[in-house]
C-alpha cells in the first residue's frame, strides 16, 4: 500500500506491529527465557489468517493465544508468523498476518500494545490525509491484563 | 548496537524514532501542506548534534524549531536529519540526529511523540534485560502543547 501523506496513525500503527515482529522474532531465534511469555490476539476474520475449522468455529471474531513453554515451530517473516500449539492434546498450525493482531502483551514485564481494525479505519476514510494519532496503537506501561482468556493456555 | 533480548523500551523507542524519520523525510519530498507542521525538540549536548555556537549558548541543554513556511534543504538519511532555518536573519544549517529528539508534534492533527534520554537510561541500567515499555516513548491523542518555546517561529 502506498504511503498517504503523513497518515500519523498508519506510521504509528505499522511501527508498533514491527515491535512485535522483532519480538516474535526474538522468541524464534532466542526462545523465550525468564518469565517472559507473549499474550497474542488477533482477528480470526481477517484476510490471510489460516488456523483448523474447529478453530474458527470456537473463535469466531477473535482469539488469544499464550507463547511460553510449549509452542513449536515459530516462523516470523515480514508479513506475519506461524506457530504450532496444542489444543485439547492435538497439535494445530496456525498462520497470523500481523496486520490481523488486535493485541500483544507480556505481562512478565507489564508490556502491552493494543492495535485497532486499522483495515475497517482505513475504508471509512479513505482519501483523508489527517490522522488523528493514538487511534489505532496504545502502548501500555500499566499491568498487562488480556480481556479475553487465552484459547491455549500453554505454560506447562 | 546490538539488540537486546525482548528489551520493548528500545524496541517502541527506535520505531518511533522511525515515525519521526518518516513524517520528515514526507516533508522533505512533498514539503508541508494545509496546517501540518512539525515542532521539534531536541538535546543540544547530544553526540552528533551540529548547530551554531551562537544558537548552543543560547540552548545550552534543548531546543524547539518550528518547520512549516520558511525552511530550506531539509536532507533526511538512516541516523538524522539537516535543515536551513533563519534566527533574526540569519541563516543557520543545523544537523539533528534522530537518537537527540526529545519530541515531535504536529499540532494541526495533534499529533506527538515524546522521547526520554534514552541512552542515559541504557548507561544506568546496562546489562538490564526487562525493560517495562512506555518509559522512553509516548503517543499523544491530546491537543499538541510543546512546554518550550520555539527557537525559531517559522511561520511567515
Redesign the interface.
Known sequence: ME?E??R?DQ??DT??R??VR??LR??AE?GL??D?HFYVSFDTTHEGVEIPGALRAQYPEEMTIVLQHRFWDLDVDETGFGVTLTFGGNPARLIVPFSAITSFN?P?????LQFSALQEHLEGEEGG???????T?????GPADPETEPAAAAES
Chains 1, 2 share one sequence.
Open positions: 504511503q501523506y503523513l500519523y506510521m504509528v511501527a508498533l514491527g515491535v522483532d519480538s526474538q522468541a532466542h527465557h525468564g517472559h507480556d512478565s514485564v507489564n508490556f502491552g490525509e489527517d490522522g488523528a494519532a493514538g487511534e496503537a496504545e502502548v501500555e506501561a
